[in-house]
């Protein structure tokens, strides 16, 4: 029987779940507009993860309705839009072009995942990644090299971090899986935990 004793707790925590997330993605929103400095930064070129690609990268870092996944570099938004949609996660993405992040953000608004996704437009290397449980990335491993003291000083314990064809230099990978996109092309994919 539901008695006023449990169910109140059980509204209680929905409501604070529910404004943990809020806040959250409202203070992902702080993002800094890109500086002419920031637009010199933009060191991978536009280059899509194939849908497949993208599932098989957040299948293989066990992604669900807790997580919060940023994908940095987000390009056109796909895995952020994946996530979110498919894997029932909160997700941003990082995007610096942009005709990419308006695009991005379009599709967000028009897929009505405003809650659950959002795109920053700034550079990556200015991102607050403590929030995240899980990170994506298709970017060079000169990107990532660079990329690994934020990632070490933001993530915590158990964090995730994919990575698509390109590995993070000095981080060793727990497991690694060889993927077909629909094209017939084979990807490789990089699971790290952080310690
Ligand atoms: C190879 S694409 C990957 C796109 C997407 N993550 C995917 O897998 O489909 C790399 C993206 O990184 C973006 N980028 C490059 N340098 C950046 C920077 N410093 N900050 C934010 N985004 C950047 C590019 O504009 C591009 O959209």
């Not at 925590?13 to 800094?32: E, F, I, K, S």
């Amino acid at each position: 029987m539901i008695t006023h004793k449990r169910i109140f707790p059980a509204l209680e925590l929905a409501l604070v779940m529910t404004l943990a997330g809020a806040c959250w993605l409202a203070r992902a929103g702080q993002d800094p507009e890109p500086t002419e400095e920031d637009r010199k930064d933009r060191l991978a070129p536009f280059v899509p993860t194939p849908e497949n690609i993208v599932e098989s990268m957040l299948r293989l870092a066990h992604v669900g309705k807790h997580d919060r996944v940023y994908d940095l570099g987000s390009g056109d938004g796909r895995i952020v839009i994946m996530a979110a949609q498919k894997f029932q996660a909160e997700a941003v993405g990082v995007e610096l072009d942009d005709e990419l992040y308006k695009k991005s953000t379009a599709r967000i608004r028009e897929l009505g995942l405003e809650k659950k996704a959002k795109i920053l437009h700034m550079n990556m290397y200015k991102v607050d990644l403590t929030p995240a449980t899980v990170v994506t990335l298709y970017l060079l491993t000169s990107v990532n090299e660079r990329l690994k003291p934020i990632l070490e000083r933001d993530l915590r314990p158990g964090a995730r971090v994919v990575t698509h064809d390109f590995k993070i230099p000095g981080w060793e990978a727990v497991k690694s899986e060889d993927v077909m996109s629909d094209t017939g092309i084979n990807h490789k994919i990089y699971l790290y935990v952080r310690p």
